[in-house]
T-cell receptor, first 116, second 116 residues
Framework: AQKVTQAQTEISVVEKEDVTLDCVYE???????LFWYKQPPSGELVFLIRRNSFDEQNEISGRYSWNFQKSTSSFNFTITASQVVDSAVYFC?????????????FGTGTRLKVLA | EAGVVQSPRYKIIEKKQPVAFWCNPI?????LYWYRQNLGQGPELLIRYENEEAVDDSQLPKDRFSAERLKGVDSTLKIQPAELGDSAVYLC??????????????FGPGTRLTVT
């Protein structure tokens, strides 16, 4: 069965520190997609990245970077030089079609607090 | 471009009363999702539509929940009768996903339901 685990419930860092949010997933499918979403205090989830299972290249977007490792079933998210505006709940999600139709599973989220 | 619109933003009802939530997806998005998000948890999929068809309603409690997406655009989610445990944020999301392959979703602000 598919599953997404975000073991870090809450992380607090001081502004300008780097922080990595962990995501471990389980799936029996060979074709799947991984996502990260940000949910700021306003409540609206915002899409950050989508990665398919055949592309293990790391990605960098400004201060954000993602490390996808199929060998460890992980899709970790790093924020470099964190800022107060990065404070939010971050969700990792998986979609896969092992049951014939795509299923979307979200992790329980990691609350990031960036202190000034 | 307008985002996903949901109404109402907040709703307080007594248990056993009916309640309905409305969602207008991003123009051109064929896929629409309803999620329930409990406090401190990730979104849980209730139902997914591709155009007018409900392609995944396996997690929808069909004894009290119903949904419709007439004409493949707007959607309504209804609860009748509501129970105390239904208190949560109900999120609507949409995506352009013609192949049903798991594309990124765009979320509305949600409806916070409180059942007393």
């Amino acid at each position: 069965a598919q599953k997404v685990t975000q073991a870090q419930t809450e992380i607090s860092v001081v502004e300008k520190e780097d922080v990595t949010l962990d995501c471990v997933y389980e799936t029996r499918d060979t074709t799947y997609y991984l996502f990260w979403y940000k949910q700021p205090p306003s409540g609206e989830l915002v899409f950050l990245i989508r990665r398919n299972s055949f592309d293990e290249q790391n990605e960098i977007s400004g201060r954000y970077s993602w490390n996808f490792q199929k060998s460890t079933s992980s899709f970790n998210f790093t924020i470099t030089a964190s800022q107060v505006v990065d404070s939010a709940v971050y969700f990792c999600a998986l979609s896969e079609a092992s049951t014939g139709t795509y299923k979307y599973i979200f992790g329980t989220g990691t609350r990031l607090k960036v202190l000034a | 471009e307008a985002g996903v619109v949901q109404s109402p933003r907040y709703k307080i009802i007594e248990k056993k009363q009916p309640v309905a939530f409305w969602c207008n997806p991003i123009s051109g998005h064929n896929t629409l999702y309803w999620y329930r998000q409990n406090l401190g948890q990730g979104p849980e999929l209730l139902i997914r539509y591709e155009n007018e068809e409900a392609v995944d309603d396996s997690q929808l409690p069909k004894d009290r929940f119903s949904a419709e997406r007439l004409k493949g655009v707007d959607s309504t989610l209804k609860i009748q009768p509501a129970e105390l445990g239904d208190s949560a944020v109900y999120l609507c999301a949409s995506s352009f996903d013609p192949g049903g392959e798991g594309y990124e979703q765009y979320f509305g602000p949600g409806t916070r339901l409180t059942v007393t």
